[in-house]
């Protein structure tokens, strides 16, 4: 009779050992599934958006394409030679589509930090058609493209070559705001 009460505890043991660690299998998977739909949970967060300012030249990409090569024909043209002249990574940004506006966005502390950025990318003949800030948690600068958008992801990189402070090129992520590159300054911009 010890005997079969020792062998019920064993089995009721297992039985139990057993559920756990099915437990534990099922909590391991829906972690697992959540890491993959939310990659550092970075992108999944939610998105606010505040553009503080617009020029009205640069809400058309043809004339402000028109004005900025208008504005610097010179030092355009000399960046265009130097860099055609030096490495190869360069001469990509010198061919890439600079006219496809850019929206910089703050998603930082430090007050205007997107205005600033964006005065950098127009000096090296971007075209910026807005700032403004995001709250979100975005790891590190990140160029944002939108996939459909014929050449973003070209200039993206080739932004993301001429500017080495952003870190990253990426496909934008909804609710990111429209426009074909999206720069988001995060704490590593400099």
């Not at 007050?111 to 090296?124: D, M, Q």
């Not at 459909?148 to 609710?175: D, E, H, M, Y």
Request: charged fraction near 10%; proline fraction near 6%.
């Amino acid at each position: 009779m010890s005997h079969n009460a020792t062998g019920g505890r064993r089995r009721q043991l297992d039985r139990i050992a057993g559920a756990t660690l099915a437990l534990i299998g099922v909590a391991v998977l829906v972690v697992a599934l959540l890491a993959l739909r939310q990659p550092k949970g970075r992108e999944a967060a939610q998105t606010t958006v505040t553009v503080t300012s617009t020029t009205s030249a640069a809400s058309t990409p043809t004339s402000n394409s028109a004005a900025s090569s208008s504005s610097a024909p010179a030092s355009s043209s000399a960046s265009h030679a130097s860099s055609s002249a030096s490495a190869p990574a360069s001469s990509s940004a010198a061919t890439a589509d600079k006219s496809l506006p850019l929206l910089v966005l703050n998603n930082t502390n430090k007050s205007g930090l997107a205005e600033t950025a964006a005065n950098r990318f127009r000096a090296g003949g971007w075209t910026v058609s807005s700032t403004g800030n995001l709250d979100n948690d975005i790891a590190s600068t990140c160029a944002y493209y939108d996939p459909s958008v014929s050449g973003a992801q070209a200039a993206a990189t080739a932004l993301q070559q001429q500017f080495p402070s952003i870190k990253r090129v990426k496909p934008k992520f909804s609710p990111m705001p429209a426009g074909p590159i999206v720069v988001v300054l995060a704490t590593d911009y400099s």
